[in-house]
């Protein structure tokens, strides 16, 4: 069995809160790509990809309040963008965030049990079509996997797993997970934070 699939195996015995956790820190990791669709285009989501974030990394702080999940993922999904409506590459990559944030709330209202290998294959399949497009010639499927960006990829979401196998829910750990998904200074595709 390869690498990618024992990554999408470890985040199926994700449970609860660890699953959770894992899904918000892939999302926060990959937030730069949406800020870019959402700059270049002066596409309006009025601040909300960020309050919907944000109410996840809330939720994953323990005794912070209750949050109305229902009507997050309603925002989330009216402010995901329609590809047909752009000409641009980076409204792909912009989709792909705002699925796997509607794809972390449907997780807490236990709505998508799969919803963090969702995630895990939103980010995954985000960098596999980045490779493709910056290479001038199509890639067989062993160079894909092969290739820096998605062998970091696979690296940081490994890496996640093994991180959580030993964290419990705490102010301290949700810290932790923000700092390392912000680590590189740049998305799963190499968009910079800003």
Not at 45 to 70: C, M, R, V, Y
Not at 100 to 118: H, K, R
Not at 136 to 146: A, N, R, V
Request: charged share 20%; aromatic share 8%.
């Amino acid at each position: 069995m390869n690498e990618k699939l024992n990554t999408f195996q470890r985040v199926r015995e994700l449970k609860g809160w660890h699953a959770v956790a894992f899904a918000t820190t892939l999302v926060q990791r990959m937030q730069p790509n949406f800020a870019l669709f959402r700059d270049t285009t002066d596409y309006d989501d009025e601040g909300q990809f960020n309050k919907s974030l944000e109410a996840l990394w809330q939720w994953l702080t323990p005794n912070s309040g209750k949050i109305n999940f229902a009507l997050q993922l309603d925002k989330v999904e009216e402010i995901t963008p329609d590809a047909a409506d752009y000409q641009s590459y980076g409204v792909y990559p912009a989709i792909d965030v705002t699925i796997s944030l509607a794809s972390t709330i449907s997780l807490i209202m236990n709505e998508e049990p799969q919803g963090a290998v969702i995630v895990s294959k939103l980010s995954q399949g985000c960098v596999e079509a980045f490779v493709e497009l910056v290479n001038e010639e199509p890639l067989e499927s062993q160079q894909i996997k092969s290739h820096p960006l998605m062998e970091w990829e696979v690296a940081f979401q490994n890496e996640l797993i093994d991180i959580l196998a030993t964290m419990r829910p705490s102010a301290q750990s949700v810290k932790q997970l923000r700092a390392m998904a912000l680590s590189e200074g740049v998305s799963n595709i190499g968009i910079e934070c800003t």
